[in-house]
Nanobody, 126 residues
Framework: QLVESGGGLVPAGGSLTLSCAAS?????????IAWFRQSPGKEREGVAC????????YYRDSVKGRFTISSDNAKNTVYLQMNSLEPEDTAVYYC????????????????????WGQGTQVTVSS
């Protein structure tokens, strides 16, 4: 099970931290967790990803330097720190769990993620 939290309404330039708490899984060092987002009329897109085992991270270009993905392995929780938010970041944010390691060439493809959370709304006002 994956449970997201931390969404909300912020003004442009503001910050939010999203959390994704995972439970019921036992081989975290083999997994990857990613954040995706989807806004009305658009396809779901990968935002950031982290491999639990080696800590390697991946980001979509538009969030590099603004967003940071991290994990607290003791809590089985992945965070997405979002700074300098823009109205274009408005979306429902989902975390997904890949039962294997993610790679730079494919981490952003949602078909590789087996489990998903329910989503949390992030709204950035202009």
């Amino acid at each position: 099970q994956l449970v997201e939290s931390g969404g909300g309404l912020v003004p442009a330039g503001g910050s939010l931290t999203l959390s994704c708490a995972a439970s019921g899984f036992y081989r975290f060092d083999e997994y990857a967790i990613a954040w995706f987002r989807q806004s009305p009329g658009k396809e779901r897109e990968g935002v950031a990803c982290i491999n639990y085992g080696d800590g390697r991270t991946y980001y979509r270009d538009s969030v590099k330097g603004r967003f940071t993905i991290s994990s607290d392995n003791a809590k089985n929780t992945v965070y997405l720190q979002m700074n300098s938010l823009e109205p274009e970041d408005t979306a429902v944010y989902y975390c997904g769990l890949d039962l294997g390691k993610a790679y730079g060439s494919s981490w952003f493809r949602d078909e590789f993620y087996t489990y998903w959370g329910q989503g949390t709304q992030v709204t950035v006002s202009s």
